[in-house]
């Protein structure tokens, strides 16, 4: 296996860390993006989680601003390399009813779930088409498939998402680069957990795996993707929802 460099962001997040140490074990170097405000507790994470054998890295952008994320990969490629494998991890929820929704909630949830992967995917996708290698992916969601009560914001953004994936999965396929999706069902982070009890446990009752998922079931999806083998894979959608949502 070639080592390669990985850029995970929101990396140091609920699923993005287990991303980031799963692409880590496998012998990649990682870089975990935060978020810049997140300086203090991201230093942490990375004191908390480089353990054994682990390289891994934190690199601050916000991505929801192309500049920010221009610099932060200008500087991780002269520290440490180009980056080969990007997941796009970042995310938030602003739940609301669209008719208690407001703009700002709309467009938060826009631009750090959907306008961040044009941000940050422009800024590697040249590189890896002219290397000849590269694995690009997204984070999406079970809602991005199926549309949620209270996330016309995050369902429209995380459908996107998937659009976003296979356009650029064309653009890249005879170049040795591969772009796809992994849809997360209700996984079992600080996101989920902000939510409504009663809401959370009406919609896991319905799971047909009776649970709700890890972040490790999500990483590990993300590392078969990742692979250097895993050539033949590109402009597909990964459900990883327990069976919550099924499509021919
Ligand atoms: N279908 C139909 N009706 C529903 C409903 C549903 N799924 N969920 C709630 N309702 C009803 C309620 O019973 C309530 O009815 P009454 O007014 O008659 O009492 C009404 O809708 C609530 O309406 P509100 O105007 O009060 O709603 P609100 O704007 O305050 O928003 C909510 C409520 C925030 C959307 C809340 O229902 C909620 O948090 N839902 C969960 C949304 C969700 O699944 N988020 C996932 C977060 S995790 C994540 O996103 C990760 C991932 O990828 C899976």
């Known amino acids: 296996m070639t080592k390669r460099i990985a850029l995970v962001t929101g990396g140091t ?3 993005g860390t287990s991303i980031c140490k799963e692409l880590a074990s496998t012998g990649h170097t990682v870089v975990a993006n935060y978020f810049p405000a997140d300086k203090e507790l991201a230093e942490s994470w990375l004191a908390e989680n480089k353990t054994g054998n682990l390289d891994l890295h934190i690199a601050p952008a916000d991505v929801t601003d192309y500049d920010s994320c221009t610099t932060m990969v200008q500087s991780i490629e002269s520290e440490l390399g180009p980056v080969d494998i ?19 909630q709309w467009n938060a949830v ?3 779930n959907l306008n961040s992967a044009f941000n940050v995917t422009q800024q590697v996708v040249n590189g890896m088409t002219e290397r000849g290698f590269g694995r690009i992916i997204n984070i999406s969601s079970v809602n991005g498939q199926k549309g949620q009560f209270g996330q016309a914001n995050y369902s429209a953004a995380k459908a996107g998402l998937h659009g976003f994936t296979m356009a650029v999965a064309q653009e ?19 996101m989920t957990s902000s939510m409504p009890e009663a809401v959370l446990t009406a919609i896991v009752g319905a799971v047909p795996v009776g649970r709700m998922g890890k972040p490790e079931e999500i990483a590990y999806t993300v590392a078969w993707l990742a692979d250097e083998r895993n050539a033949y894979t590109t402009g597909a959608n990964i459900p990883v929802n327990g069976g919550m949502f099924m499509s021919a």
């Open 13 to 15: 997040g609920g699923i």
């Open 86 to 104: 990007l997941v796009n991890c970042a995310g938030i929820t602003r739940d609301k009813t669209l008719k208690r929704m407001t703009p700002d």
């Open 110 to 112: 826009i631009n750090t």
């Open 172 to 190: 890249t396929a005879a170049k040795g680069v591969t772009v796809n999706t992994v849809s997360p069902g209700y996984i079992e982070t600080a």
